[in-house]
């Protein structure tokens, strides 16, 4: 067995495994989260709810659309009401996240003759939420400033903003646009998370492989059997 290629083959596919089940986690958390604050206001509907948990997911949103995405129960909420609903979701997945253990294990074993344990450290979420970066809709009064300072038009009514941990709010769009060249706040040069996540991801701590033959071990057993005849 090539002990190299079993390794990397291992610690690729934990990885994967890893990310896809902390992914669908974090949808189902902003689901949970999202469900409970509207059914205390009953304010609009499950399919609303999945829009919304998806879009703090994945972070799409059309700019030119927004608006047409929702559903009337959603679109006639005011600015107000809408940033309530995203800010009281993502504070509550910040603080949700913080709590994650950081050190997660996972045992392997390959043809019952290797078994190989893997111990990484998790600082995704420790950055998330030390640097929470907030998605949500501008009503006028909630943020320092009227205006985007990337493309210097004034924010629209509902219109998505993406706020970063110094408290600068940007379209989301623009900042994207922004980030493909710099990590920091175009503003303030605070630095932001989007460079965080880089090397936040999955830092692995050590391996401890305990190597034994079966077929040793049966050996061994069989001779002790028959010694004892
Ligand atoms: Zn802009
Ligand atoms: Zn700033």
Redesign the pocket.
């Known amino acids: 067995m090539d002990f190299a290629v079993f390794f990397d083959q291992m610690v690729s596919e934990y990885v994967t495994g890893f990310t896809q089940t902390e992914e669908a986690m974090n949808r189902a958390t902003y689901d949970v989260i999202l469900k409970d604050i509207i059914s205390q206001k009953s304010l609009i509907t499950p399919a609303d709810i999945e829009k919304i948990a998806a879009h703090l997911f994945t972070g799409v949103v059309s700019t030119a659309n927004e608006e047409a995405v929702w559903s009337g129960d959603f679109r006639r909420l005011s600015g107000d009401q809408q940033y309530d609903i995203y800010k009281e979701a993502q504070d509550k997945f910040f603080e949700n996240v913080s709590k994650k253990p950081k050190l997660k294990t996972a045992q392997f074993n390959q043809n019952n003759n290797l078994y190989l344990f893997l111990y990484h450290r998790d600082s995704y979420y420790e950055t998330v939420a030390a640097y929470r970066t907030y998605k949500l809709p501008y009503s006028s009064g909630k943020f320092l400033h009227s205006e985007?300072m990337?493309?210097l038009?004034d924010f629209k009514e509902k219109s998505f903003l993406c706020q970063l941990k110094c408290k600068h709010a940007?379209?989301t769009a623009?900042l994207a646009l922004c980030f493909k060249d710099q990590v920091a706040c175009p503003i303030c040069r605070q630095v932001s998370i989007f460079n965080q996540y880089f090397y936040g991801t999955l830092v692995i701590l050590f391996i401890i492989c305990s190597v034994f033959s079966i077929n040793a071990l049966k050996i061994i057993i069989r001779n002790l059997c028959c010694s004892s005849f």
């Open positions: 985007c990337i493309c038009e940007f379209h623009c």
